[in-house]
């Protein structure tokens, strides 16, 4: 079966930091570019990161300098390290897969992993 | 880059159709023809329903379509039907210098 299901959340303290997973099946997943989407509670969706198939790694400026986004092809894996967290970072967290070839688009979706950061 | 603006929410009968707009500006919806659009249900996983403006995923209903004029990209669902009550976000392209990504604030499309 073609899906993705993310682990790793929970309850973290502000300045705290916390590793995501995203392990990948039913896919040539060293073939695309992997990206991280975040939403808060009864809020809209947010891009986190991005890393392409040769590795290349990109972020908005919420988050750049705090998340870390990283692929292990060989474990058919997706990771996202976060540290210095915020309130502000409290969201579901979804790995989603780009269209193929690199298109601008995200047609796979996991279910999610909570993230909350409060003391 | 902030988010394109998207209204709060709209509604329609069985049958009808509705059109969502999705305004941007010359920096992402307005450069690039790379729109997309997902549809969520609560507490579920967003779904690709449109990408490229206008292209639909191999098993989404052409009920639903995409189209774009200038910085504001519109979907539009024709013959709404019950099972389309759920969130809609649009999202775009809007690297410059840089890769990045920009979504909408989300749509609640009631069916009435």
């Known amino acids: 079966e073609v899906q993705l299901v993310e682990s790793g959340g929970g309850l973290v303290q502000p300045g705290g930091s916390l590793r995501l997973s995203c392990a990948a099946s039913g896919f040539t997943f060293s073939s695309y570019d992997m990206h991280w989407v975040r939403q808060a509670t009864g809020k809209g969706l947010e891009w986190v990161s991005a890393?392409?198939?040769?590795?290349?790694?990109f972020y908005p400026g919420s988050v750049k300098g705090r998340f870390t986004i990283s692929r292990e092809n060989a474990k058919n894996s997706l990771y996202l390290q976060m540290n210095s967290l915020r309130a502000g970072d409290t969201a579901v967290y979804y790995c989603a897969r780009a269209l193929e070839d690199g298109g601008m688009g995200f047609d796979l979706w996991g279910r999610g992993t909570l993230v909350t950061v409060s003391s | 880059q902030s988010a394109l603006t998207q209204p709060a929410s709209v509604s329609g009968s069985p049958g009808q159709s509705i059109t969502i707009s999705c305004t941007g500006t010359r920096s992402d919806v307005g450069s690039y023809n790379l729109v997309s659009w997902y549809q969520q249900y609560p507490g579920k996983a967003p779904k690709l329903m449109i990408y490229?403006?206008?292209k639909r995923p191999s098993g989404v209903s052409n009920r639903f379509s995409g189209s774009k004029s200038g910085s504001t990209a519109s979907l539009t669902i024709s013959g709404l039907q019950a099972e389309d009550e759920a969130d809609y976000y649009c999202?775009?392209?809007?690297?410059?210098?840089?890769?990045?990504?920009?979504f909408g604030g989300g749509t609640k499309l009631t069916v009435l």
């Open positions: 890393i392409g198939t040769a590795g290349d790694t």
């Open positions: 490229e403006v206008s």
């Open positions: 999202c775009s392209y809007a690297g410059s210098s840089t890769f990045d990504v920009v």
